[in-house]
T-cell receptor
Framework: GAGVSQSPSNKVTEKGKDVELRCDPI?????LYWYRQSLGQGLEFLIY????????KSGLPSDRFSAERTGGSVSTLTIQRTQQEDSAVYLC?????????????FGPGTRLTVT | GENVEQHPSTLSVQEGDSAVIKCTYS??????FPWYKQELGKGPQLIID?????GEKKDQRIAVTLNKTAKHFSLHITETQPEDSAVYFC???????????FGPGTRLSVLP
């Protein structure tokens, strides 16, 4: 079946511009995660959605970052007034979560470059 | 909060040899420990996982061991092949997927 998809695959933007990154999780997966991965580094947790519960935003690095998940499916990560340090690969993952299974399935990522 | 450490950061082995990567965690409430493989330009892919009620789990050439008392778990790859070359991440999580924390990764190179 279809996996997690992300768009765009690459995004180049000028410093100060806003960007939106999209994630389409696996159908039926109630949990959705966003991570940031800088070059050669590990995965930095950003935000976690689980069903209709309030999202866990504890990983968002600043108030320039926000995310929404509409209808319990598609999610959008928005970065306002982008800075060069925002350059990274942004990864989305989904899972059944809870008793349904904790295995996370990752998308291919969006590579963001801020010039 | 949870803190996951991973060693070594890089590992080179000869084809056919074994590779071992170790992780430690700090949150005693964590009870789910997956391992992910990430190839260049791709998202991480789950290769094996273990829960706290199991001490060891094996899947063909890959095995994971867990010592909950010492709060550490390890990935073992036997009979390594060049296609095993990748970055490997461990992670720890509580029930229901919250507090999912990844280790910094290990770059494994299998030399032919």
């Amino acid at each position: 079946g279809a996996g997690v998809s992300q768009s765009p695959s690459n995004k180049v933007t000028e410093k100060g511009k806003d960007v939106e990154l999209r994630c389409d999780p696996i159908s039926g997966h109630t949990a959705l995660y966003w991570y940031r991965q800088s070059l050669g580094q590990g995965l930095e947790f950003l935000i976690y959605f689980q069903g209709n519960s309030a999202p866990d935003k504890s990983g968002l690095p600043s108030d320039r970052f926000s995310a929404e998940r509409t209808g319990g499916s598609v999610s959008t990560l928005t970065i306002q007034r982008t800075q060069q340090e925002d350059s990274a690969v942004y990864l989305c993952a989904s899972s059944l979560a809870g008793t349904g299974g904790l295995e996370q399935y990752f998308g291919p990522g969006t590579r963001l470059t801020v010039t | 909060g949870e803190n996951v450490e991973q060693h070594p950061s890089t590992l080179s082995v000869q084809e056919g040899d074994s590779a071992v990567i170790k992780c430690t965690y700090s949150d005693s409430a964590s009870n789910y420990f997956p391992w992910y493989k990430q190839e260049l330009g791709k998202g991480p892919q789950l290769i094996i996982d273990i829960r706290s009620n199991v001490g060891e789990k094996k899947d063909q050439r890959i095995a994971v061991t867990l010592n909950k008392t010492a709060k550490h778990f390890s990935l073992h790859i036997t009979e390594t092949q060049p296609e095993d070359s990748a970055v490997y991440f461990c992670a720890a999580s509580r029930d229901y997927g919250q507090n999912f924390v990844f280790g910094p990764g290990t770059r494994l190179s299998v030399l032919p």
